[in-house]
């Protein structure tokens, strides 16, 4: 396995990885981007590409390629290993462990359905009026065949018999979401029958999902879509990003549609920066995700019908998260999938017409209420106030406070005093939605990781650093367990490679502290927060390389080590002044002995 992993991290850069899923910049040697695992205005994520490592100084969380797609694609190991393996080219060997896990049968089995149910709309006679339909749509073939579209019989079990005969199970098939359990005796039927099927694919291009429209007019429910599975969470997955995600970094902006059918035409016809939330609104999960890609949103939602509160919620969450919200009006088709069908350019004209949703709302609530009565300007300035509490960004809220005060002839500090009464829920006219608490940000406090940290970084930063650390400062000098630790591992290394660390070696392209000290710390199996503390360390010596030269660097050194020094003895005297009173109540022999060490550490914290 071992020799596998490093092949693969050979063939994968991280910043290329890692870039596919936030916008990297530069950062000196490194890249730098806001961190996807908590929030954070300032960036303090960084990825280093000759040490194919990243580290958040945020939230503390750090690692390798793999480290970083388990924890953004919520993998387990097997799992990272399968993907990344595959966009490198890699042939993993049948024995890997976990590689027949049950979330990779559902992924093999959702990919299978989907194929099956594409090569049913392209060949069946049944599918004859799903194809027509298609057409009408102006749907290309090109279309279908990319976004894989597909239709499934009107049979109960034409599905599952052939899930069946390419060796999976019925609770298997039951738990990826494609078949419900009878309500009466034993077995399972087709979920999805007589429908379109539009598959669902998460951010790495897996299927992980389905959304089925109906052929039947007297069909219920027009949509319907996979239940919640093991690889398919609705409120983590926007419909389309797989694809758009490149183009959204580019145009470094977000439209947003309703369905699929807005989607898979909008990029058919060249704007392809586009995602659906599929009818429902968006999550706080789904706006972290399109943070990584662009702080600019572009709303082409129904804002008149049944879809209002929804919308609503969706611009109030996105203005909560600081993006920066525009809304689209169409002035052609009740919807982007009819506009680009009736002309194209209709589209990409109402999108470089986008307003700021304020903008948009100020004109849209002063022409449905009469600002001359009292009524009607009352509530006139609650919406507009509440949507102005939304914003996270105080001098956004200071501009149109300032813009709202112009507009209806009040005074600012009025409108101050309004929004200051609304509740802290925030209740809009649309419904109420409680803002999320940001993510809490730990940082170590501990002074002696702080200090062993800070050694660490000086000793990368300039190696030769790292001799004078050694024999100056004691192991009893720490009281903390992972400082100690990390320090005893530093020792025995020094003491090992102390020929590799002079001024001629140092000098030498070839040598590398930080790469001895990793395999150093990875052959002693130490524990991650070792490793951790380690790379962060790493990381953090760039910039030490930037801002300090090797004699203030070395000054600095030696203050930590005067003041873990000073901090040693003055617990030691604090511990004898102790001793030396209860030697005196208890047992007067040991006194003379106690006294003696006590003045010995009193003269040395002297010197």
Not at 248 to 274: F, R, T, W
Not at 285 to 308: C, V
Request: with cysteine; charged share 30%; hydrophobic share 40%.
């Amino acid at each position: 396995m071992s020799r596998e992993i490093e092949e693969i991290k050979a063939k994968l850069d991280i910043a290329d990885i890692i870039g596919g899923y936030l916008r990297l910049t530069p950062a000196g040697v490194n890249f730098k981007a806001n961190c996807p695992f908590h929030n954070e205005k300032t960036p303090s994520f960084m990825v280093n590409k000759s040490k194919q490592l990243w580290r958040c100084f945020g939230c503390n969380e750090g690692g390798d390629i793999f480290e970083f797609v388990m924890k953004i694609e919520n993998l387990d190991f097997a799992e990272a290993l399968k993907m990344l393996a595959q966009k490198a080219g890699v042939q993993l060997s049948r024995s890997e462990p976990g590689m027949d896990s049950q979330k990779n049968r559902l992924f093999s089995l959702c990919n299978l359905s989907a194929r099956y149910w594409h090569q049913v709309l392209l060949k069946s006679s049944q599918a004859e009026t799903a194809r027509n339909y298609l057409q009408t749509r102006g749907l290309s073939s090109d279309a279908i065949d990319d976004f894989c579209i597909g239709y499934s019989m009107d049979s109960w079990d034409d599905l599952i018999n052939f899930l069946r005969k390419k060796g999976f199970t019925d609770n298997e098939i039951f738990l990826a979401g494609l078949s419900v359990k009878k309500e009466r005796g034993n077995g399972f039927y087709d979920r999805f029958r007589g429908r379109i099927m539009f598959p669902i694919y998460d951010l790495s291009g897996r299927i992980v999902g389905f959304g089925g429209r109906t052929m039947k007019a007297d069909e219920l429910a027009k949509y319907i879509n996979t239940s919640q599975t093991a690889i398919y969470n609705k409120s983590l997955i926007l419909y389309g990003l797989n694809f758009a995600k490149d183009q959204i970094k580019k145009q470094d902006a977000c439209i947003l549609v309703e369905g699929y059918m807005d989607v898979i035409p909008s990029h058919q016809a060249g704007v392809k920066n586009v995602v659906s939330i599929s009818g429902t609104a968006l999550t706080i999960e789904q706006i972290k995700i399109l943070k990584r890609y662009s702080n600019n949103l572009l709303l082409s939602l129904d804002m008149d019908t049944a879809g209002q509160m929804a919308a609503s919620r969706s611009i109030d969450l996105a203005l909560e998260n600081e993006m920066n919200v525009k809304v689209i009006t169409l002035a052609f088709g009740k919807d982007p999938g009819e506009c680009i069908k009736n002309n194209p350019q209709d589209w990409t004209e109402a999108i470089g017409k986008a307003q700021n949703v304020m903008d948009y709302f100020l004109t849209k609530i002063m022409s449905e209420y009469d600002m001359n009565t009292q009524d009607g300007r009352k509530l006139i300035v609650k919406f507009l106030l509440e949507k102005i509490n939304k914003m996270a960004n105080p001098l956004d809220k200071d501009f149109w406070l300032k813009k709202l005060a112009q507009k209806i002839s009040v005074s600012e500090n009025s409108l101050r005093e309004l929004m200051s009464r609304l509740s802290p829920e925030r209740k809009s006219s649309f419904g109420t939605y409680k803002k999320e608490k940001p993510a809490l940000v730990v940082k170590n406090s501990n002074r002696e990781v702080s200090l062993i940290k800070r050694i660490l970084e000086l000793s990368l930063a300039y190696p030769l650093l790292l001799s004078k650390a050694v024999s100056a400062i004691e192991i009893d000098y720490f009281e903390d367990e992972l400082a100690g630790g990390v320090y005893k591992k530093l020792v025995l290394f020094y003491t090992k490679n102390s020929n590799l660390i002079s001024g001629s070696t140092v000098d030498n392209s070839q040598f590398d502290l930080f790469d001895g000290l990793k395999q150093w710390f990875d052959e002693a199996e130490s524990d991650k927060s070792q490793l951790d503390l380690v790379s962060g360390a790493f990381f953090s010596s760039q910039n030490v390389l930037a801002e300090e030269n090797e004699k203030s660097a070395s000054a600095e050194m030696a203050g930590i080590i005067r003041l873990l020094k000073d901090e040693y003895l003055k617990r030691r005297i604090e511990f004898l002044k102790i001793e030396l009173q209860k030697a005196e109540r208890e047992a007067p022999e040991r006194v003379e002995n106690i006294y003696h060490d006590l003045q010995d550490l009193i003269s040395r914290r002297r010197d």
